[in-house]
């Protein structure tokens, strides 16, 4: 008998879709609830007590009303502020989102490394902790944008971008002391991903590495599920927003290259 209950992903936008993406690759017939807080959006630029405050509560609600096997937290910011009170109030597996650092010390040849998040992120103490134990041998450069946050949500839509937009991000890191330096950009935010070739192409002629974790978090996810019924055939996922759902046809069908074919407000 196969076993209908969902992995629920949170994101505070479409951000965690970069997670999904490695998800449905290792679990192509697990049913999806995507849930983005886009009335409470961006969470880069809200204070610790409001996304402390305000995500384990809603999680608990779309957990009561979608019945998952797992939730992960496909969001850096909210991971790094929520996460253990997430665990506490939910009686299922909760995967949580944190900086690539380990794998960027791991590959880093010039040992300077970046960190590129939103400003919530990347002021973390959780942050200091990576560097110092995974990185305590490279000089970590840290830089927090809001801007790129709302570009990779214009991505989605198919919204042409000024390419200038890009490198202005990226001098946020490459024009601090050492910058120059950078071999290796840990993309802190899962929204960053959506935009990495952007990136790529903003920071040429310099030949950077771009990392994130949602590769890992997918091999997290199958770990956890091991063992576990799934439907015998992918089924249609759901986008669940907090806020107006957005009317550009071009947001859906990139919805609909994610698996979410249907959108609903909760």
């Avoid at 506490?88 to 040992?111: C, E, H, M, N, Q």
Wanted: glycine share 8%; proline share 9%.
């Amino acid at each position: 008998m196969t076993d209908p209950r969902p992995l629920l992903l949170f994101d505070s936008g479409v951000g965690g879709l970069s997670v999904l993406a490695p998800i449905r690759r290792l679990l192509p017939h697990a049913p999806i609830v995507y849930a983005a807080d886009n009335a409470f959006f961006p969470y880069g630029l809200k204070s610790e007590a409001e996304i402390a405050g305000r995500v384990p509560a809603l999680l608990g609600r779309l957990t009561e009303r979608y019945r998952p096997r797992l939730v992960v937290i496909a969001c850096n910011t909210a991971s790094t502020i929520a996460l253990g009170p997430v665990r506490a109030a939910l009686d299922i597996p909760v995967v949580g989102t944190v900086p690539a650092i380990r794998p960027a010390a791991l590959t880093s040849r010039t040992r300077t490394i970046g960190v590129l998040g939103t400003d919530a992120t990347v002021r973390q103490p959780y942050v200091d902790r990576l560097a110092t134990e995974y990185a305590a041998d490279c000089t970590v450069l840290r830089h927090g944008s809001a801007a790129l946050v709302e570009l990779a949500e214009a991505h989605l839509r198919d919204a042409p971008v000024d390419p200038a937009a890009y490198h202005a991000v990226l001098s946020g890191l490459f024009d601090q002391p050492g910058g120059g330096d950078i071999d290796t950009i840990v993309l802190a935010c899962t929204h960053f991903p959506l935009v990495a070739d952007a990136l790529a192409a903003a920071a040429a002629p310099r030949s950077i590495d771009f990392i994130d974790g949602g590769p890992g978090i997918a091999r997290r996810v199958a770990h956890l599920t091991e063992g576990q019924s799934w439907p015998e055939h992918p089924v249609p996922g759901i986008a669940v927003f907090t806020g107006a759902i957005d009317p550009d046809p071009a947001f859906h069908a990139n919805l609909a290259r994610f698996g979410l074919e249907q959108s609903v407000r909760l």
